[in-house]
C-alpha cells in the first residue's frame, strides 16, 4: 500500500484564541482583511467589535450570504475584497461562511464569476489571499480541508470545487464560539462530524493517519454529542470535545474524500432542504451496514475500536443517536412520490458515490430512499 500525508493548515486550538487574529496577520505581514462573518455574529455585533479591536487589521466585513451558499453570494464577496484590496480574508462561521471566504480569496484574484469553475470541471487557480479561518460551529472541519460546497440555484446544483488555494493559512479553533450555536443546529453539524470521521474511514481512498483521526473523532461525537446538544450553552467540556471532533474528522475526511452519505445528501438538501449533517446522518446507517463486511473487515474492525461488537450493531447505535439528540430518522412527513423518489437516485450519483468501498447502484439507492420515504 501507498499513501501520501499533507497538511498545510497551522491549526490553533483552545478557548479564547479568537483574540490572536491580529497577531497571526501581523506575523504573515498582511492587512486590509476582511471578515466574512455568518449573520448571527454580524447581527449580535461580534464582528463590529472584533473588526474594531483589530489594530486596523480588520476593515470591513460582508455577511450578505445564506446556508448552503449560492455561487453569486461568492461573487459578491469576492467584489467587495477587490474593491477595499484586501490583503487576507477571516472566516468567522460555519461551513457556509467559510466556503463563501474560501471560494471568493481566490476568485477575487481573477476577474471570472466562480461559476466558470463550480461543476465545470475547470481546475481554480490557486493563488488566493491568506485565510484564516474561525468555525464556529462543529461542524464541517472546512478549516482544513481544500474543498468549498457551493450551490447554484439557478441550475439547481449543489457541487463542491476542490483547489489547494482553498486551504486556509491558519485555523483559529475556539470552542467558546460554538457555545451558542442552537440545540438542533449541533445535533445537524455533529452528525456531519460523524459521517466525515465513517466515510473517511472507510473511502477508497483511506489511509493510516486519516484512519487514526477518524477513529479518534468517531468516538468523541458518540461520547459528547449528546450532552453538547442537551446543554451546550453550560457544557463546555462537551463543546470543546465536539470541536476537537470537527477539526480531526476534517484531518480524517479532506485526503480519502467523502463517499455515499455525502453523495445522498447533496439532493436531501438540495430537493428536501434537509440541513446538510441531517442530510448526511439520514443514509449513514444504511450504509454502515450495506458497507459492514467490505474492505476484508476494516468496516468490523473499526466498529469494535469504537467499543460496538460489530459493524450492525454500530449501525444501531447511529440510529439511536439519531433519535436521542432528535434528528430524522425518516422521510414519511414529507409524502415523497415516485417523481421525488427517482430524482433523490438520480442526483445522488455524485462523484463521491464512487469513493464508497462496495459499488452502489440505483436499485440499491432506490431500495434505500423508498426505505426512508415510508420510516418516521
Ligand atoms: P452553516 O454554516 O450553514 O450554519 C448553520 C446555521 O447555524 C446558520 O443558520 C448559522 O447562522 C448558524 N450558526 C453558525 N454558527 C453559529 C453560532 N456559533 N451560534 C449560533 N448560530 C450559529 O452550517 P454548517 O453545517 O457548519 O455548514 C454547512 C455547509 O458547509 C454546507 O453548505 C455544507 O455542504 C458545507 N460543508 C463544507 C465542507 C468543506 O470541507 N468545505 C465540509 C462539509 C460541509
Not at 22 to 45: C, K, N, P, T, Y
Not at 242 to 269: D, N, Q, R, W, Y
Not at 342 to 363: K, Q, W
Amino acid at each position: 500500500m501507498q499513501w501520501n500525508y499533507e497538511q498545510p493548515v497551522a491549526i490553533r486550538f483552545g478557548e479564547g484564541r479568537v483574540s490572536e487574529i491580529g497577531e497571526i496577520a501581523g506575523s504573515l505581514g498582511v492587512g486590509d482583511g476582511v471578515v466574512v462573518a455568518d449573520r448571527f455574529f454580524d447581527e449580535g455585533g461580534v464582528t463590529d467589535a472584533m473588526i474594531a479591536g483589530s489594530d486596523g487589521a480588520l476593515v470591513a466585513s460582508f455577511s450578505d450570504f445564506s446556508p448552503n451558499p449560492d455561487v453569486t453570494e461568492v461573487d459578491a464577496c469576492a467584489a467587495l475584497l477587490r474593491r477595499v484590496h484586501a490583503g487576507f480574508v477571516v472566516a468567522l462561521g460555519g461551513g457556509s461562511a467559510m466556503d463563501v471566504a474560501k471560494a471568493a480569496a481566490s476568485i477575487c484574484l481573477t476577474d471570472e464569476p466562480i461559476a466558470a469553475y463550480h461543476g465545470t470541471g475547470r481546475t481554480m487557480p490557486t493563488k488566493h489571499l491568506p485565510i484564516i479561518a474561525v468555525p464556529t460551529t462543529a461542524g464541517t472541519g472546512s478549516e482544513v480541508t481544500c474543498v468549498a460546497v457551493l450551490s447554484d440555484r439557478a441550475q439547481g446544483k449543489k457541487a463542491p470545487i476542490v483547489s489547494d488555494g482553498f486551504f486556509p493559512t491558519c485555523a483559529i479553533v475556539d470552542p467558546e464560539m460554538t457555545y451558542s450555536v442552537p440545540p438542533h443546529t449541533t445535533a445537524s453539524t455533529g452528525m456531519d462530524v460523524l459521517s466525515q470521521a465513517i466515510e473517511g474511514y472507510w473511502s477508497k481512498g483511506h489511509q493510516p493517519i486519516c484512519d487514526a483521526c477518524a477513529v479518534h473523532a468517531a468516538r468523541l461525537v458518540f461520547e459528547y454529542l449528546p450532552r453538547a446538544v442537551a446543554d451546550g450553552r453550560n457544557d463546555h467540556e462537551a463543546r470543546s470535545k465536539m470541536c476537537e471532533a470537527s477539526v480531526i474528522a476534517g484531518l480524517a475526511f479532506t485526503l480519502p474524500k467523502t463517499t455515499s452519505s455525502h453523495a445522498c445528501s447533496f439532493p436531501l438538501t438540495n430537493l428536501l432542504g434537509i440541513p446538510h449533517g441531517e442530510a448526511c446522518g439520514l443514509t449513514l446507517d444504511w450504509f454502515t451496514r450495506i458497507n459492514a463486511d467490505a474492505q476484508g473487515g476494516r468496516v468490523q474492525r473499526f466498529a469494535s475500536l469504537l467499543g460496538f461488537a460489530d459493524a450492525d450493531a454500530m449501525a444501531d447505535a447511529i440510529a439511536e443517536l439519531k433519535r436521542t439528540i432528535g434528528l430524522r430518522t425518516g422521510l414519511r412527513d414529507l409524502a415523497l412520490n415516485d417523481r421525488q423518489i427517482a430524482d433523490l437516485v438520480r442526483i445522488s450519483r455524485h462523484p463521491n458515490l464512487y469513493n464508497n468501498p462496495v459499488d452502489i447502484t440505483d436499485e440499491m439507492l432506490e431500495t434505500m430512499y423508498r426505505h426512508l420515504a415510508r420510516a418516521d
